[in-house]
């Protein structure tokens, strides 16, 4: 059996890690064993997202309780809110020799390195430039320019982190850094 891994990816907010980790899972399916690992949080839902599918949507006091249980194996605080990863699930993904992309928090996937060990790859994601990031944060169109200047100043905090991943990869362009992916999952397993 292929050996499984959990590919961690963390970058700033705007860097486009969840189109990445998207177009990564696209590629291997049907070639690998590719598995989702859903998320615990306190934030509310937004739009169409159904608790047990985007995330599991736990109140403050519920994900606490969890936590106790030591039912969570990483977590961390992002914009006030809890997220946090399963412990079960995940640990029997890996042992089934499957893939699980992740979008997490820095601390999150430098948690899951020290837990999983050779189990796990880190990978922080670049924006080209800061202007990119901006133009990237202003084309969302979701966000207030306070808030955006507030996600641009957390992100230069964020990139001068990058050195403790094992991977660095600009995002120019989703085929080209998901390829980029490819070719690291394959190298570590
Ligand atoms: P959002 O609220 O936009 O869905 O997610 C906010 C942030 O939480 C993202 O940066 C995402 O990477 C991070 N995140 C989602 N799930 C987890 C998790 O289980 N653990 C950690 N540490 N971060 C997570």
Same mark, same amino acid.
């Given at each position: 059996m292929d050996k499984g891994l959990i590919v961690a990816i963390s970058g700033p907010s705007g860097v486009g890690k969840g189109t990445v980790a998207a177009a990564v899972e696209a590629k291997l399916a049907g070639v690998r064993d590719v598995a989702h690992s859903i998320s615990v949080t306190t934030r509310p839902p937004r739009g169409t997202e159904q608790d047990g599918v985007e995330y599991y949507f736990r109140t403050r006091e519920e994900f606490e309780d969890l936590i106790d249980q030591g039912q969570i194996i990483e977590y961390d605080e992002y914009l006030g809110n809890y997220y946090g990863t399963p412990a079960g699930p995940l640990a029997k993904m890996a042992e089934e020799g499957k893939i699980v992309l992740m979008d997490i928090t820095i601390e999150g996937s430098l948690n899951l390195k020290r837990f999983f060990g050779d189990d796990a790859v880190t990978i922080f994601i670049t924006p080209p430039s800061m202007e990119e990031l901006r133009k990237r944060l202003?084309? #969302?169109?979701?966000?207030?320019a306070d808030v955006i200047a507030r996600r641009l100043e957390q992100a230069k905090v964020e990139i001068q #982190?990058?050195?403790?991943?094992?991977y660095i990869l600009e995002n120019r362009d989703v085929d080209e850094t998901s390829d980029?992916?490819?070719k690291i999952i394959n190298k570590e397993r």
């Open positions: 202003e084309g #969302r169109q979701t966000d207030a #982190r990058a050195e403790e991943f094992e980029e992916i490819l």
